[in-house]
Every structure is written in structure tokens, then in C-alpha cells.
């Protein structure tokens, strides 16, 4: 169905930060399919991996037990400290899941009406009840009646969320993005999770966060939420779980992990042997790679870079990010600069909220990747003006 605005290129075969389409010409990919491809393309241990699982096993059900499913919940609950986990196939799966936690731990109090509390500018997928807790007006757009139970408020005042608490009953929870990928790579002052933390504490609450684009690694450390020093009650993962296997993961602590029991939510698909195996090869290769570290340091050249070649560019708003999650904030709309890139510069790049270019490269980017992304990204933003727009 029409339900993309797509470029006219397709690939046919990648490698690392590389894709080839089928003429033969080489792109370097700075968007690795949106925070998916971590690893890269094509990494030899995930299609080995991938190859042995699938002469296996690939699928049974889970009406029956999944070692590999275990093995991952296993490991997922070391890396994060959330000791239980439900397996799904996608971002916004995982967000439902959470949805449900919340709304049941409502519901166990008495709560008949549940309140999530959700911010400006979220993005949490696009089924029915995380449309309704996206911010998105141009998404959400002739799918009313939206899903009740969400109320919002802007993202990064924690003031906003404790006034809350004062005025409005029936809250269950806050759902939110440690850092806002789709709506334009926006970071929250320091110090606002261990705010929020605080405010879930005291109103018996739970703080749910939504690490589908920033988890494993992306932001330089696992998950966003670690340099706070707090932890969450439930943290939503997929995306680069599986480096382009579809997996997703709602992982809970010990307020939220006992809620959901048997029969109250499943998924036919999900955390079946061949993606849980390959999620547990794509762990075992960020881990043995460091890559959280990596992503810290190419982040940091990527924005010096950046900073470096557009620096008083007076169409340049701002540079931002976290680790390799970086965003260019323009004066102007910018969606152009992506084919711009594709055509001039062989690149991929990614533009949100009309006016920012994001920038997510693959963790085992090299140097000289990033070196390249930086440059040819200053060439565009410099050779290009608003009334190029049209
Ligand atoms: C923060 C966040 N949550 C949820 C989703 C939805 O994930 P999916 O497309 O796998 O459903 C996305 C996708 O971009 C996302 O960035």
C-alpha cells in the first residue's frame, strides 16, 4: 500500500557501513535502516548465526518452553537489571506491552480509569495505543478515535510531571523516550530521569522508557537511561536487537515484572529460537566489540566534526546527540537534503520533523566513516539555502 514516501534507489547487498544497489554503486549508509543495523549489514556472526539457527529450528510456540528465549531474558536482565522480559517482533509491540503493565497496575489498585502520563514530541509506534501516546498530529491524523488514558506534557520539565501529580487522579505511569529520536534527536536536561524517578517513586507510579532507538549502545552506553544512575520498572527494546531480525522486548523490574500472568498477553511470533538466538549473538557482539564505548567516541568526533565545519552557519539552529544518535537542527525544511545526499554524495542520511538531519550511523562505523559522513554532510547543509526547498 502507499504508506511510504520512498526514494527512487533500492539496495541489493550490503557490508558493514556499506550498501550497493544494483548497478553496482556503493552508498555509505549513515542511517544503518534507522538505528537497526548496529552491527552493520551483512555482519558474519549474525548471518552465520542466522544460517545454523535456521537448519535447526525457527519456530515452535510458546505454548511450549524456548531455551533461546530464556538465554536472552537471561542475558538482557544482567545487562539492565530488569529481571523479567516479554519477547515481541517490533518498537511498538513492545510499547503495547508496556501499555498493558501500566494499565494493570492501575487496575490492581482499584484504579478503574488508568492515566499514562506522556510527553510532547514522543514517538512510540504507530498500532492504535502508541499512535495515541505519540505526539504526532500529521500520524494520528484520520485515525480517530484515538486510544483514551494518555495525558501529555512537554518533554524535559519534570515540574510539568510533579504539578501533575497534584492535579490529576488515576495516574499509573510515565512512558517516555530518554532521548527523542523521531522528533529531531532532542535531549532532556541533565538531571530530569532522576526527577522522574523521584516523582514515580513517591506517587507509586512506574517509570517506563522507551529505549526502541536508543537502547543497546546507541547513545554510548547500553541503555540512555544508565548515566543517570537510576533504573527504570520497565524498558521497551527491538529495533537493533536483532540487527534487522525483527525481535522486540519489554523488560520489567520487580514493581512490574509479577503483573502480566498466563493468558494475558502473547505474541504467536515472538522470541522464537532463530531471532532470541541471533538477539543473543548481536549482545555477545556489541559486547565483545565495546561498541557502547565506540559509539561514545565516534559520537563526540562526529558532532566535533560537524561543529567544526558548520560553526556559525547562520542556517544551523544547533548540532545535538548522544553518542551516534546525532541531529543538525536547521533554519529550513531539509527533507531534500536527502536525496541531495543519495545522488551527490553516495550517503544516506535522515531527516525528522521536517528541519533536522539525523545521523545514525553503525556502531562499527570506522574513522574514516565517520570522517566522510561529517564532510559530506557540511558540503550539503553549506551548498544548500531555503528557497532550494521547493
Ligand atoms: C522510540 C521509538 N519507539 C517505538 C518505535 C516503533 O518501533 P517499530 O517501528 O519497530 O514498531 C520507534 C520507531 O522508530 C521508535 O523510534
Same mark, same amino acid.
Given at each position: ?12 547487498? /550490503?557490508? !558493514? ?11 555509505? #549508509? &549513515?542511517? *544503518?535502516?534507522? =538505528?537497526? $543495523? ?103 491524523? /484520520?485515525? !480517530? ?11 524535559? #520539565? &519534570?515540574? *510539568?510531571?510533579? =504539578?501533575? $501529580? ?103 511470533? /515472538? ?120
Amino acid at each position: 500500500m502507499n504508506t511510504y514516501a520512498r526514494l527512487p534507489v533500492s539496495f541489493v547487498r /550490503g557490508q !558493514g557501513s556499506r550498501l550497493w544497489d544494483a548497478a553496482g554503486r556503493e552508498y555509505l #549508509d &549513515a542511517t *544503518a535502516g534507522v =538505528a537497526v $543495523a548496529g552491527l552493520g549489514h551483512a555482519h558474519p556472526a549474525v548471518a552465520e548465526v542466522l544460517a545454523e539457527q535456521a537448519h535447526l529450528l525457527v519456530h515452535t510456540s510458546n505454548l511450549w518452553g524456548i531455551e533461546w528465549q530464556a538465554r536472552l531474558g537471561e542475558r538482557l536482565a544482567r545487562l539492565s537489571g530488569l529481571e523479567r522480559a516479554f519477547f515481541c517482533n517490533s518498537g511498538c509491540e513492545a510499547n503495547e506491552a508496556a501499555i498493558k503493565l501500566a494499565r494493570l497496575h492501575g487496575h490492581r489498585q482499584g484504579i478503574e480509569r488508568p492515566l499514562i502520563v506522556v510527553m510532547q514530541g514522543a514517538f512510540h509506534g504507530r498500532t492504535l495505543a502508541t499512535l495515541s501516546a505519540s505526539d504526532s498530529p500529521k500520524a494520528q491524523a /484520520g485515525f !480517530g478515535p484515538l486510544v483514551e488514558g494518555f495525558v501529555r506534557v512537554p518533554f524535559g #520539565d &519534570a515540574g *510539568a510531571v510533579r =504539578a501533575l $501529580a497534584r492535579q490529576q487522579p488515576g495516574i499509573v505511569a510515565v512512558l517516555l523516550e530518554p532521548v527523542q529520536g523521531e522528533s529531531g534527536v532532542r535531549l532532556p536536561p541533565p538531571g530530569y530521569l532522576r526527577q522522574l524517578r523521584d516523582v514515580c517513586d513517591e506517587e507509586g507510579w512506574l517509570l517506563m522508557l522507551d529505549e526502541v532507538q536508543t537502547g543497546l549502545g546507541r547513545t554510548g552506553h547500553w541503555f540512555a537511561f544508565q548515566p543517570s544512575g537510576i533504573r527504570p520498572d520497565v524498558m521497551t527494546l527491538a529495533k537493533a536487537l536483532g540487527n534487522g531480525v525483527p525481535i522486540g522486548a519489554c523488560l520489567a523490574g520487580a514493581r512490574a515484572s509479577q503483573l502480566f500472568g498466563p493468558g494475558q498477553h502473547g505474541s504467536t511470533f /515472538g522470541g522464537n529460537p532463530l531471532a532470541c538466538r541471533t538477539a543473543c549473538t548481536v549482545l555477545d557482539t556489541i559486547e565483545g566489540a565495546s561498541l557502547p564505548r565506540r559509539a561514545a567516541e565516534l559520537g563526540l568526533r562526529l558532532l566535533h566534526q560537524l561543529d567544526a565545519g558548520l560553526a556559525g552557519h547562520h542556517d544551523v539552529l544547533d548540532i545535538r546527540g548522544s553518542g551516534l544518535l546525532v541531529g543538525i537542527e536547521l533554519a529550513w525544511p531539509c527533507g531534500h537534503l536527502v536525496q541531495r545526499a543519495l545522488h551527490e554524495e553516495a550517503l544516506l542520511i535522515n531527516v525528522t520533523r521536517d528541519t533536522t538531519v539525523r545521523l545514525l550511523p553503525p556502531l562499527t562505523s570506522s574513522i574514516d566513516d565517520i570522517d566522510r559522513t561529517a564532510e559530506a554532510v557540511v558540503r550539503l547543509v553549506r551548498t544548500s539555502q531555503a528557497r532550494q526547498v521547493a
